[in-house]
């Protein structure tokens, strides 16, 4: 094998960087890779990132956005975050109790987690969110 030098080496990791910004990874669902986005980007009021998700992984799924707008994410990438998709439950933060500034005892809710795991993964050209991901369920806001 050939030694690979500093300068060879900084900018592979360079390179890569800058394509990371907009590409899915490997396997990477389009739950994770629009929430990654989001982090980084913010919401522009539009499926931006999930049509992009689309074209670069999935582009036969034509009925992506009609599907998403279907399961409550009407107008834009956030929406799939408040309306259909959530971490999954054991991601959370389990309900505990703890003692307040107050010195007075408290009790937690559970709490999604503040950074995602690393994509579970899913089949190239599926749109399905991988295991990290659940259906938000309409009984939590009854
Ligand atoms: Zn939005
Ligand atoms: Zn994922």
């Known amino acids: 094998m050939e030694p690979t030098s500093i300068t060879e080496r900084a900018e592979r990791i360079l390179h890569d960087a800058a394509s990371t910004l907009m590409t899915p990874t490997a396997g990477e669902c389009l ?3 629009v929430a990654r ?3 980084e980007f913010g919401c522009d009021g539009t499926h931006r ?3 992009h998700y689309r074209d670069s992984v999935a582009p036969r799924a034509t ?3 009609a599907r998403l707008s ?3 994410a009407c107008c834009c990438d956030c929406e799939m975050f408040m309306n259909t998709y959530q971490p999954a439950t054991r991601l959370w933060t389990q309900a505990h109790e703890f003692v307040d500034s107050d010195d007075c005892d408290a009790w937690a809710e559970p709490a999604p987690p503040d950074t ?3 994509c579970e993964t899913t089949r190239r050209g599926s749109t399905q969110p991988c295991a990290n991901w659940e259906r938000v369920s309409r ?3 009854r």
Request: hydrophobic fraction near 50%; charged fraction near 10%; aromatic fraction near 14%.
């Open 31 to 33: 739950a994770c890779f």
């Open 37 to 39: 986005q989001l982090d």
């Open 49 to 51: 990132f999930a049509s």
């Open 63 to 65: 009925a992506l956005l």
């Open 70 to 72: 279907a399961m409550g």
């Open 116 to 118: 995602m795991p690393p």
């Open 139 to 141: 009984s939590r806001y």
